[in-house]
Nanobody, 121 residues
């Protein structure tokens, strides 16, 4: 059974930091791209950051570039998102996802249940 489980969400003041983690099991995700997505109330789900299979290439949405850092530890089957200088508009449910290709930009087949991030002004 494939599982992706996010953790690390919570309430933080604007300007603060959070680190999201995603643990994976049931499949070897080390050979596949992974990503973080978010969905705020009333809005469509959007990509936040993606990372290729070996961590060598990353992609960030313009709104988070320079503030968020995606990373992975394939030995631990884990994906991370370091979020710094958080803004109220970053508040959303954050999801990790695993792709069907080694490279970012492809289809994502597996999703976690999400973790809530709330940023107070």
């Amino acid at each position: 059974q494939v599982q992706l489980v996010e953790s690390g969400g919570g309430l933080v003041q604007a300007g603060g930091s959070l680190r999201l983690s995603c643990s994976t099991s049931g499949r070897a995700f080390s050979g596949y791209a992974m990503g973080w997505f978010r969905q705020a109330p009333g809005k469509e789900r959007e990509v936040v950051a993606e990372i290729n299979w070996n961590g060598g290439t990353t992609y960030y949405a313009a709104s988070v570039k320079g503030r968020f850092t995606i990373s992975r530890d394939n030995a631990k089957n884990a994906l991370y998102l370091q979020m710094d200088n958080l803004k109220p508009e970053d508040g959303a449910v954050y999801y990790c996802a695993a792709g069907s290709s080694p490279f970012a930009g492809g289809k994502y087949n597996y999703w976690g249940q999400g973790t809530q991030v709330t940023v107070s002004s």
